[in-house]
């Protein structure tokens, strides 16, 4: 049986009953046996687990009930706390874990009758740009297996990309859903700040961190994002209002809307190709009757270094908690101290080891106000220069990453920080932005990204959805998926 790829169509046909819940899980459960041992994405699959839920999902469908994804599967970061189903957040001190709780958006998703697929590679803890700093495996970019997907949410990008999930969830910290997005020809939305719960969510940077979809369509993505937008009690920074409002299923039509582009992003560290890509995206905007300025944010030149100290400042404080004891496996040595030190010492990878290193020493009575308080300033003043384009502009426009995708195993990790460029100020200033393809350089996706203020989500998936009609892109597929 042949099954439409995304998840709107999917939805449609299970509506009508053209194919059942149960058909569309197995399906995919069969493209994950098929092509996962050659693209790494999954670090769990159960597949009893997932068509138990599917079944759930044709009993809501037969009884009428559910909302608009019911029975159309999701495949989930594995740094999202599922009840019974372990989650290790692909690091070695969580190998173990089988959590005792749903989190919030695993909550959504049984109320919501989505089946879960399986749970997707990641760089451990969400640090990372290309899901290389795994402890389990490497995932590989279903549009050329030699190169990343992205990260940290990789294994979620490309089991969208490949056609091994119709829609996923990932968490951006400094870029982890949009980067990957860019670089697997898919469409990865951060919401806004506080209007995904984060309980639920292994913290890795709390001020930062918010869980957002992966699709093939903006349609697609906007209908994940519905799922689990929600108040939540148990997140002490969820928003009230969080729940996504109708607009954000409106096409926009791009003319009208006022874009600004930020010089900085377009500048030697973004290769000449992506460049191109996003200057004709601009071209046929104006085309269409948009407007487009370029405007100067001289503190996005600032937002690496800003971003490299309160990240690891809040991870080495969010990462105490695994101490053996708690969590996962234990090492085996005489007393609490040895028992602590042994665990983390054998069991973190070296890029958190790096993180807490240096996030401790920003936070330590020397120096934390050299850098952890000067780092909040910064923080401050790029949002503050970034709030001060919302009364002319709807919505910034830039890439989403300086590069296409790039060869594993081949990029340094200063190089690999150095790539989130585009991506940090929206986590800075907790705003909505949304990745989309827009073009191919060297025969591999090019994102182009669009932000917009704080609880302007709708807007930004309208806007996105107006400029996915022009670009006539979507679904994008690598050539032989
Ligand atoms: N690449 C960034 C980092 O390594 C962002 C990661 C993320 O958004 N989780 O921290």
């Known amino acids: 049986m042949s099954l439409p790829i995304t998840a709107s169509a999917l939805a449609e046909g299970l509506r009508t009953r ?49 909302g608009p994804l019911t029975g159309v599967p999701i495949a ?54 290309s899901t290389e700093n795994s402890a389990y495996q490497v995932t590989r970019n279903p549009w050329d297996t030699k190169t990343s997907p992205g990260g940290s949410s990789g294994g979620s990008a490309a089991s969208v990309a490949g056609g091994l999930a119709p829609i996923s969830l990932g968490s951006d910290t400094g870029g982890s859903i949009r980067q990957p997005a860019s670089l697997t020809g898919t469409v990865g939305f951060k919401p806004t700040y506080g209007r995904v719960s984060r309980y639920g969510l292994i913290a890795f940077a709390s001020s930062l ?5 992966f699709g093939l369509t903006v349609e697609d993505v906007a209908l994940a994002a519905q799922a689990i937008m929600r108040h939540d009690h148990r997140d002490s920074t ?18 009208g809307l006022r874009f600004a582009l930020p010089s900085e992003t377009m500048g030697e560290e973004t290769e000449p190709g992506v460049r191109t890509v996003i200057e004709s995206t601009v071209a046929r905007l104006r085309a269409e009757g948009a407007e487009v300025d370029e405007v100067s944010l ?3 030149n600032l937002g690496i270094t800003t971003y490299y100290i309160i990240a690891p400042a809040e991870a080495s404080s969010n990462l105490a908690r695994f101490d053996g004891i708690r969590y996962g496996p ?17 069991r973190f990878g070296h890029e958190v080891k790096l993180r807490i290193m240096v996030g401790t020493y920003a936070l330590s009575a020397g120096y934390f106000d050299a850098y952890y308080v000067r780092a909040q300033q910064m923080r401050a003043k790029m949002a503050a220069e970034i709030d001060a384009l919302w009364s002319k502009y709807d919505a910034v426009i830039s890439p989403t990453s300086p590069c296409v995708a790039f060869p594993i ?46 609880m302007g989500d709708e807007g930004v998936l309208s806007a996105a959805r107006g400029l996915e009609q022009l670009l006539d892109l979507n679904p994008m597929r690598p050539p032989n998926v």
């Open 298 to 300: 001289p503190s996005l």
């Open 238 to 255: 969820s928003l009230l209002d969080a729940a996504l409002k109708p607009d954000a299923f409106k096409t926009r039509s791009v003319k």
């Open 209 to 213: 961190d918010q869980i957002g979809p």
């Open 409 to 454: 195993g081949e990029i340094d990790s200063m190089s690999l920080k150095l790539m989130d460029f585009c991506t940090i100020p929206a986590n800075m200033g907790g705003y909505p932005a949304i990745s989309l393809p827009a073009g191919l350089s060297k025969g591999l996706p090019v994102g182009v990204q669009l932000m917009g203020p704080v």
């Open 76 to 129: 989930l970061k594995d740094n999202l706390i599922t009840h019974g189903q372990r989650t290790t957040a692909a690091s070695k001190i969580l190998e173990t874990y089988i959590p005792p709780f749903d989190g919030d958006v695993a909550e959504a998703l049984v109320s919501g009758g989505i089946p879960v697929l399986g749970k997707t590679n990641l760089d451990e803890f969400a640090m990372g740009t």
């Open 18 to 66: 053209q194919f059942s819940a149960i058909e569309v899980a197995q399906h995919f459960l069969q493209q994950i046996e098929v092509r996962d041992g050659e693209l790494g994405c999954f670090l769990t699959v159960e597949p009893e687990r997932t068509l138990a839920q599917a079944q759930m999902a044709q009993d809501m469908l037969d009884r009428g009930e559910g």
């Open 330 to 346: 234990r090492a085996d040595a005489a007393g609490a101290d040895a028992i602590i030190s042994a665990t983390r010492g054998q």
